[in-house]
Nanobody, 126 residues
Framework: QVQLVESGGGLVQAGGSLRLSCAASGLSFIRNDMGWFRQAPGKEREFVATIRWSSSSTAYADSVKGRFTIARDNAKNMVYLQMNSLKPADTAVYYC???????????????????WGQGTQVTVSS
């Protein structure tokens, strides 16, 4: 079955950096656009970043643009989220998600994605 397993979360001070990883299995990775979402307590899950299957195109939420970078390695079935200049507002559970190639070019909606990981906690202290 499809599995997405996130890792790399943790506790970091404001201004610090973290790199999240997501290992995918059970699916044809190169046939899937990939995304990162996050959910803070009491809030809805929100889009963070997405990358096309070919790695040629990416899109980001305005709140993370210029600080976060999404990347993928199709040979290793991995997707990454490099997070720099972290802020307390970035505190959330971060989820990796997979979607097919069809539909929107940049998939920013929860409903665009068919598969989800279990999430990894990121906590940024002030």
């Amino acid at each position: 079955q499809v599995q997405l397993v996130e890792s790399g979360g943790g506790l970091v001070q404001a201004g610090g950096s973290l790199r999240l990883s997501c290992a995918a299995s059970g699916l044809s990775f190169i046939r899937n656009d990939m995304g990162w979402f996050r959910q803070a307590p009491g809030k809805e899950r929100e889009f963070v970043a997405t990358i096309r299957w070919s790695s040629s195109s990416t899109a980001y939420a305005d709140s993370v643009k210029g600080r976060f970078t999404i990347a993928r390695d199709n040979a290793k079935n991995m997707v990454y989220l490099q997070m720099n200049s972290l802020k307390p507002a970035d505190t959330a559970v971060y989820y990796c998600a997979a979607a097919g190639r069809g539909g929107a070019i940049f998939k920013k909606q929860v409903s665009d994605y068919a598969y989800w990981g279990q999430g990894t906690q990121v906590t940024v202290s002030s």
